[in-house]
């Protein structure tokens, strides 16, 4: 057992874990956080994908011990408030990005940290290299890759790409 | 005019997904006591247990409870028709990876370490693995289904030109994004399951039989899933079934998530098959005669694959009108995975077959294969009859496949590709394109499971609870429902509050499948609101000396000259004057009657149809290809929602196109699952998407008294996705001897495309 702490979603928790405890584990396990969902365990589905320190990870290839001292958002905690969307999740709920919405979540965390990476300046060819580490099974991928398309426009728009994860 | 109904309006759980706040099973807070369990699962393939020694299971850290056969009280069954698919291993194993014991723990980790500590002695049986092995063998589940017209032979020897040809179509693994995974909750009143699950009546079924009490002290609910494709309409049984188990026997609540590679392992797949096809037909390339032998890998039980087989002989023919056959259906038993329903249900395989022999005749006769699909299409005069003796009313493939073709530019697009291969020169690239057309039969061809029930309450204050038999997977069906609900009762669709699938609200259900799910659930929900407004209707014309009707729209119930009441004032008055605010729909589809034993009826309600244009390129060094651009044209008659169906269309499309291109399931000689992992098993991703897909509907209200006319839209999508095989083998032709199409299979992954123009190659020396 390891003693742990870290930020989730602005706040801070600590824990006593085992060392082969996955990230993703803590976060639905311990913090009760389910929204962030486990689709494959072997960092091939990209459903777990939550940011740490700001940039997506795959919470399913890295274990909590590893995220000591780390700031970590997860699918929760994206949204500025709790009654105002996160542009990302907007654009989503507006362009049907989901049919049984198990890869949202994943899908929302990697778009938000791609329009952080480029800065908001996305085509769609782009949109759908960066998104091949997210699986989808039900959609055929069409209205994600308008929802980011939507989302990195009014990111870039508002000025908010620099902050795209807290 | 309509007011909620054929509109767009996003799923109902959209603004729940994007905050990651809808729970999936795995999602729910148990008890802090919660069990886990696992499976332990057999390290060999057809054998005979000798010994499993289960001391180190039982003294492993955290074990609370290890099961074996000899534990279920009831019957140790995971079959849903045929009682053929032991729940656990008893006596023989009978393929590799088949779950021996369960073991329940304190913690998931402890189990599925624990679950590993067996010591199985066993003595290897030989086995079956492959189509071909079983068929050599003559290992089947039960008998075939022949369909017969004419005489084949005599039709195919007289006619000017015959062609014979072999097909294999793999399999296909559903890969939900959300896994198998289930929750029992014991209660003083009763076991409460929660399962991701397309067949909750089912599992209340099983769970009853195995435990050995009554379906009335088992309740099963699941609110949605995280994707199921047919994949969970029998194979979630087993988890609910052993986590009832678990739940009976300690009194403690019972979580069990499958881990990714044991569901790949454990649950069954699409069907493999093999397809014979020998084909007579005259110089201008119309069929005379079709012989064909399409043969499965049911694996070890029988699951649903007499249902699954049958609908690949109703589509054997797809579009196509074949004066004389003869078509055999051969149910092979290998010591694999029980194989599955999954999106298309045999279907698809069926297609395949008559796509492939229409490809055949078309090269032989050197036409433009669409012209031949299309000089071979069934009619409404003399070329009308299936061969299971069904007559097509409602053919629309006739305006469908030359509209598409025209907002496609299919010629001329193909002429161009003609000419581009013919002058690639060295040049590795090379193009293809097919126009391919689905006609899709909508009814379970099971005729009992046509039936549905939904519970309709309106309380007090207005307010509407919607429950139906149908289940969530993220198709929409609920937001699909709700809108006929609001649509019946003239209220916005907000003001129908949607509510989880269980059997104790609407009880003996169907599973969600066969595309049916807003047929039948959205017509029992019509009924359920047809019945209260006639209630609140004739109410409200008595207290107010109302004569005539009154319109109940956009929240308002109103009489023909122009006074109008807010639903809810209506609601409360026909509460306080004593009516019943709380109704039952019950539907059963009409006129469908199909008999298996003489292969002869009517098996559909209607059809759905559809085309599809593919246009795809290869590298012929690599085998690379993709599809550079798809148009599609579709008919689910007057769409019950125009965004949902779209989305439905696109994903059955890709999902398709996944089937038939990159998705292999490798077996190893004793019928292991090779490709257990999307490591290893590959889906498409975002980048595998045709670079432009047009997706348009057909307009066309059906022809049947369907939900406010519309048509099923679930499988048949996935079915246009036979437009990319073809095209693929009409790029691969390029290397063809001329009259040749070349005998490429399915998945035309990058080492078949490779193969198949080598053979091409030799056959052009
Ligand atoms: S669960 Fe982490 S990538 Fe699939
Ligand atoms: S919406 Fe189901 S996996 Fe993406």
Redesign the pocket.
């Known amino acids: 057992m390891t003693q742990i702490s870290m930020t989730v979603n602005g706040k801070a928790v600590s824990a006593d874990v085992e060392d082969r405890t996955l990230l993703v584990s803590f976060i639905r396990e311990h913090l009760g956080l389910t929204g962030t969902h486990v689709g494959c365990e072997t960092s091939q589905c990209g459903a777990c994908t939550v940011h740490v320190d700001g940039q997506a990870m795959k919470s399913c290839s890295m274990l909590a011990v590893m995220a000591q001292g780390a700031e970590i958002t997860t699918i929760e905690g994206l949204a500025p408030s709790a009654d105002t969307l996160h542009p990302v999740q907007e654009a989503f709920r507006e362009h049907h990005g989901?049919?049984?919405?198990?890869?949202?979540p994943g899908?929302i965390m990697s778009a938000a940290d791609m329009i952080r990476r480029y800065e908001g300046k996305l085509d769609e060819k782009t949109i759908r290299e960066q998104l091949e580490g997210n699986?989808?099974?039900?959609?055929g991928y069409h209205n994600i890759v308008k929802a980011i398309e939507a989302a990195a426009e009014t990111m870039a728009q508002s000025g908010e790409t620099q902050t795209a994860s807290a | 005019m309509t007011h909620v109904v054929h509109r767009p309006h996003p799923h109902d759980s959209g603004p729940l997904h994007v905050t990651g706040t809808a729970p999936y099973v795995d999602d729910l807070p148990t008890p802090a006591n919660a069990l886990h369990a696992c499976f332990g699962l057999a390290p060999v393939g057809h054998a005979t247990i000798d010994t499993l020694d289960l001391s180190a299971v039982w003294a492993a850290p955290g074990v609370v409870d290890v099961v074996t056969a000899a534990d279920i009280p009831g019957e140790n069954n995971a079959g849903p028709v045929i009682h053929d698919e032991p729940l656990l291993a008893d006596g023989t194993i009978l393929f590799p990876g088949q779950a021996l014991f369960c073991v329940f723990a304190e913690t998931r980790l402890a189990a599925r370490k624990a679950a590993r500590l067996f010591t199985l002695e066993s003595t290897e049986l030989p086995a079956l693995t492959t189509v071909d092995e079983a068929v050599e063998a003559h290992s089947f589940l039960h008998g075939p289904l022949v369909f017969e017209r004419g005489d084949v032979s005599k039709a195919i020897e007289d006619a000017d030109y015959s062609s014979s040809s072999r097909l294999y179509i793999g399999g296909q693994e559903h890969f939900y994004?959300e896994g198998q995974g289930s929750l029992a909750l014991p209660s003083a009143d009763g076991l409460h399951i929660i399962s991701s699950t397309q067949h909750p009546s089912e599992i209340q079924d099983l769970v009853a039989e195995a435990l050995n009490i009554s379906a009335a002290e088992v309740t099963v609910e699941v609110r949605r899933m995280?994707?199921a494709f047919g994949g969970k309409e029998t194979q979630a049984a087993p988890l609910s079934i052993i986590a009832a188990l678990g739940a009976n026997r300690t009194g403690r609540a019972v979580r069990f998530r499958l881990d990714r590679d044991d569901d790949f392992v454990l649950t069954g797949k699409r069907h493999d098959f093999r397809a014979d096809i020998r084909v007579g037909f005259d110089a201008s390339g119309l069929i005379k005669g079709v012989d064909g032998i399409l043969a499965s890998r049911c694996g070890y039980g029988h699951d649903l694959s007499r249902a699954i087989n049958d609908r690949a002989m109703f589509h054997a023919d797809n579009a196509y009108f074949y004066p004389a056959l003869e078509l055999t259906s051969l149910r092979a038993k290998t010591h694999t995975v029980s194989n599955t329903a999954f999106r298309g249900f045999g279907g698809p395989q069926g297609m395949m077959l008559a796509e492939r022999l229409v490809d055949k005749v078309a090269a032989a006769v050197h036409r433009d294969p669409l012209d031949v699909r299309l000089a071979n299409l069934y009619n409404e005069t003399d070329r009308s009859v299936t061969p299971y003796g069904m007559t097509i009313e409602d053919n629309v493939l006739p305006q469908l496949m030359p509209q598409l073709a025209e907002t496609s530019d299919y010629r001329a697009r193909r002429a161009a590709i003609i000419d581009a291969n013919a002058s690639a020169g060295r040049s590795p690239v090379r193009r293809g394109i097919a126009l391919t057309p689905v006609r899709f039969g909508i009814s379970f061809t099971t005729s009992f499971l046509n039936q549905a029930g939904a519970l309709i309450n309106i309380y007090k204050d207005g307010s509407i609870l919607l429950n139906h038999g149908g289940t969530e997977m993220?198709q929409g069906l609920f937001v699909k429902v709700a809108q006929v609900a609001a649509e019946v009762l003239g209220v916005g669709l907000d003001d129908v509050k949607i509510s989880s699938t269980r059997t104790d609200k609407v009880p003996n259900t169907s599973a969600t499948a066969a595309s049916s799910g807003s047929d039948l659930n959205g017509w029992a929900a019509k009924l359920a609101a047809l019945e209260l407004r006639n209630r609140l209707t004739a109410f409200w014309c008595a207290e107010q000396g109302i004569d005539g009707g009154l319109t109940f729209a956009q929240g308002r119930v109103s009489t023909e000259d122009g006074q109008s009441w807010p639903f809810a004032e209506v609601v409360r008055a026909a509460y306080m004057g004593r009516v019943s605010l709380s109704a039952t729909g019950y539907y059963r589809t009409p006129k469908i009657d199909w008999d298996a034993k003489t292969g002869q009826g009517r098996p559909f309600l209607y059809f759905a149809y559809g085309a599809a244009v593919s246009e795809v390129e290869i590298d012929t060094l690599t085998g690379a290809n993709r599809v550079i651009r798809a148009d599609i044209l579709h008919d689910v008659g007057r769409s019950l929602n125009p965004d949902i169906d779209h989305g439905q269309i696109e994903g059955g499309f890709v999902q398709g196109m996944g089937w038939l291109t990159m998705e292999e399931l490798v077996y190893s000689a004793r019928g292991d699952v090779l490709t257990h992992a999307p490591s290893t098993y590959k889906i498409p991703c975002a980048s595998d998407r045709p670079d432009v897909l047009n997706i348009d509907l057909f307009d066309n209200a059906n022809a049947e008294d369907t939900i406010f006319k519309s048509k099923a839209v679930g499988e048949p999508p996935l079915m246009l996705a036979i437009s990319v095989h073809s095209a693929l083998a009409h790029a691969v032709s390029s290397f063809s001897p001329r009259g040749r199409w070349p005998d490429l299979d399915a998945p035309a992954t990058a080492e078949e495309i490779l193969r198949t123009i080598a053979t091409e190659r030799t056959q052009a020396l």
């Not at chain 1, 989901?98 to 949202?104: E, I, K, S, V």
């Not at chain 1, 699986?135 to 959609?139: A, G, M, V």
């Open positions: 989901l049919q049984c919405g198990f890869c949202t899908m699986l989808c099974r039900c959609t | 994004l995280g994707g993220g």
